[in-house]
T-cell receptor, first 112, second 117 residues
Framework: GQSLEQPSEVTAVEGAIVQINCTYQ??????LSWYQQHDGGAPTFLSYNALDGLEETGRFSSFLSRSDSYGYLLLQELQMKDSASYFC?????????????FGKGTTLSVSS | GAVVSQHPSWVICKSGTSVKIECRSLDFQATTMFWYRQFPKQSLMLMAT?????????EQGVEKDKFLINHASLTLSTLTVTSAHPEDSSFYIC?????????????FGSGTRLTVV
């Protein structure tokens, strides 16, 4: 099975930088993804790491260390609209398909 | 591109009735559809995986007779919550994996907020 651990809550102010960590345990590893979800909405894809290192997409970056089973999402120049839940996710390959398995989520609150 | 249209976006039903949720892939063929359930302030929990033309595979603890999944075509998958009870009130989301034709990752429906009264 799969398990992912991430902090439940993070608070920050506008313009700051925030890092959300994720540690995972998987029977097979096919990359680490990050999703953002606003209240009442569907998850939206932010970033994906299949290999070690940093992936940068605008204000958001994601890092992966496979040897440590660890990754993080870095959000820079925080804006109020970044207040949302952030989930790390891994793929779970089973006989039926390859579903995404999500961590418990980190609620980010950005204040002015 | 790669849009999954999910309907209804919200529904209120009485205890004991059934509710059907539809997910349609609009510009691609979804061989596999995943169904998730999310309770307030919690994570998305995988309920089942459906493959077109075959029976769905349910996660441990999910009642297959209560959550009926049909994936009769490459563009439509449905989840029917039968004999709904208040504890079934939740946010249900479908997802499809994108493969081939330069598309990667997963796309999600907009979700259905089910309230059972």
């Amino acid at each position: 099975g799969q398990s992912l651990e991430q902090p439940s809550e993070v608070t920050a102010v506008e313009g700051a930088i925030v890092q959300i960590n994720c540690t995972y345990q998987t029977s097979g590893f096919y990359g680490l993804s990050w999703y953002q979800q606003h209240d009442g909405g569907a998850p939206t894809f932010l970033s994906y790491n299949a290999l070690d290192g940093l992936e940068e997409t605008g204000r958001f970056s994601s890092f992966l260390s496979r040897s440590d089973s660890y990754g993080y999402l870095l959000l820079q120049e925080l804006q109020m609209k970044d207040s949302a839940s952030y989930f790390c996710a891994v793929r779970d390959k089973n006989q039926a398909g390859t579903a995404l398995i999500f961590g418990k989520g980190t609620t980010l609150s950005v204040s002015s | 591109g790669a849009v999954v249209s999910q309907h209804p976006s919200w529904v209120i039903c009485k205890s004991g009735t059934s509710v059907k949720i539809e997910c349609r892939s609009l510009d691609f063929q979804a061989t596999t559809m995943f169904w998730y359930r999310q309770f307030p302030k919690q994570s998305l929990m995988l309920m089942a995986t459906s493959n077109e033309g075959s029976k769905a595979t349910y996660e441990q603890g999910v009642e297959k007779d209560k959550f009926l999944i049909n994936h009769a075509s490459l563009t439509l998958s449905t989840l029917t919550v039968t004999s709904a009870h208040p504890e079934d009130s939740s946010f249900y989301i479908c997802s499809a994996r994108l493969t081939g034709q330069g598309r990667y990752g997963y796309t999600f429906g907009s979700g259905t907020r089910l309230t059972v009264v």
